[in-house]
């Protein structure tokens, strides 16, 4: 049984950081690459980053603008985002999802992804 299980979301101040981590269980992790999407209150899910197999491409979504870094460690079947400058706009759900390729999500978005974790709530407020 495949799982995808994400941690570190909380309620941070606006500037403030948060790390999410991703841990996979059920399926040969190195093979995949790893995406996370968010979706807030009554909006769209929304591409965030993604990272290859390997972890030397990555990708973000354009209101990322520097702010999050996207990792993995193929060693402790964990990926990873590190989210730096939080905005009151980035509070949502964040999802960890895991695809055949970087390309696949590039391309099509939340409809390439093979495997979904059931999500982490990120609160930025003061």
């Known amino acids: 049984q495949v799982q995808l299980v994400e941690s570190g979301g909380g309620l941070v101040q606006p500037g403030g950081s948060l790390r999410l981590s991703c841990v996979a269980s059920g399926l040969p992790f190195r093979n995949y690459a790893v995406a996370w999407f968010r979706q807030a209150p009554g909006k769209e899910r929304e591409f965030v980053a993604v990272?290859?197999?390997?972890?030397?491409?990555?990708f973000y979504g354009d209101f990322v603008k520097g702010r999050f870094t996207i990792a993995r460690d193929n060693a402790k079947n964990t990926g990873y985002l590190q989210m730096n400058s939080l905005k009151s706009e980035d509070t949502a759900v964040f999802y960890c999802?895991?695809?055949?390729?970087?390309?696949?999500?590039?391309?099509?978005?939340?409809?390439?992804?093979?495997?979904w974790g059931k999500g982490t709530l990120v609160t930025v407020s003061s």
């Open positions: 999802a895991a695809a055949p390729t970087t390309q696949s999500i590039l391309l099509r978005g939340a409809s390439a992804v093979q495997y």
């Open positions: 990272i290859n197999w390997n972890g030397d491409r990555t």
